[in-house]
Nanobody
Framework: QVQVVESGGGLVQPGGSLRLSCAAS????????MAWYRQAPGKQRERVAF???????NYADSVKGRFFISRDNAKKTADLQMNSLKPEDTAVYYC?????????WGQGTQVTVSS
């Protein structure tokens, strides 16, 4: 079964940290770039970070220096470590390949940054 499952979201105070995890089926993960995306209320979905199969990374300017993406090819997981969180990071976070594929979108995980 082709699927992506995101986890690790929650409510955190400004300045706090969260670690998101993405578990993907083999057909999605193997050989593909993986990325984290987010969609805030009333806004378009945006790419936050991606990591190539061999580990090169790229970040949106808004999260550079605060978020860090990693992957474990053996476990078929891709994590997003989020530090120094800001209220504007509040969104539903999704994992997908990069470029994304429509049928790979999962349910996402909600991240809320609020005091």
């Amino acid at each position: 079964q082709v699927q992506v499952v995101e986890s690790g979201g929650g409510l955190v105070q400004p300045g706090g940290s969260l670690r998101l995890s993405c578990a993907a089926s083999e057909s999605i993960f193997i050989g593909n770039n993986m990325a984290w995306y987010r969609q805030a209320p009333g806004k378009q979905r945006e790419r936050v970070a991606f990591i190539t199969y061999i580990g090169s990374t790229n970040y949106a300017d808004s999260v550079k220096g605060r978020f860090f993406i990693s992957r474990d090819n053996a476990k078929k997981t891709a994590d997003l470590q989020m530090n120094s969180l800001k209220p504007e990071d509040t969104a539903v976070y999704y994992c997908n390949t990069y470029p994304s594929r429509e049928n790979y979108w999962g349910q996402g995980t909600q991240v809320t940054v609020s005091s």
